[in-house]
């Protein structure tokens, strides 16, 4: 499943069946996992958003996310989040992807993950340009733990740029 493909699912109570809210973003850590949901709905000066942390989820598809209880939803400091998918001030989104040596593989478009692998992050979606999506279409590099998430780009080791056309090339035929 995509990142991408859940923002704007609706989030509901379990115990009450109530809607809750909808996702505007995820908040991520450096180990490559999900931590939890921001949902929409934040103040237009508000220094705070109502987050739900990974574990406060029951369950998730494609339709819907449901959690606990309305006691789930807490406000969390935006500066307290130190990484998330598409808004917040350090975002993976557009992020560029760079070998150790110096190699630009293109900037991330989204990001996925597997419900049986619960809230790891199993790869990146990477984008080289309009053009070259639409002449050899985007990328996908499988996460390792050498992968590391920088300030303002993903250093990922060398020999990726290879592993990145060997998933191409099984995925494509």
């Given at each position: ?163 990145l056309e060997k998933a191409i090339n099984s995925v494509n035929g």
């Amino acid at each position: 499943m995509k990142l991408q493909e859940m923002i704007g699912l609706a989030v509901f109570d379990v115990e009450n069946g109530k809607e809750i809210g909808k996702i505007h973003d995820f908040i991520l850590d450096e180990n490559w996992l999900i931590t939890g949901l921001e949902l929409d709905g934040k103040a237009l000066f508000s220094t705070h958003v109502k987050s739900v942390s990974w574990e406060d989820i029951v369950a998730y598809g494609e339709d819907a996310v449901m959690i606990r209880n309305q006691e789930a939803v807490r406000k969390l400091g935006a500066n307290d989040i130190p990484l998330t998918y598409l808004l917040g001030k350090r975002k993976l989104k557009e992020m560029q992807v760079l070998t150790e040596d110096g190699i630009l593989l293109g900037r991330i478009s989204d990001v996925y993950f597997e419900q049986e692998q619960g809230n790891t992050i199993l790869g990146l979606e990477i984008s080289d340009g309009f053009v070259s999506d639409l002449i050899e279409g985007r990328k996908w590099l499988p996460c390792t733990a050498e992968m590391a998430i920088g300030e303002s780009a993903v250093m990922v080791p060398p020999m990726s740029e290879q592993r990145l056309e060997k998933a191409i090339n099984s995925v494509n035929g």
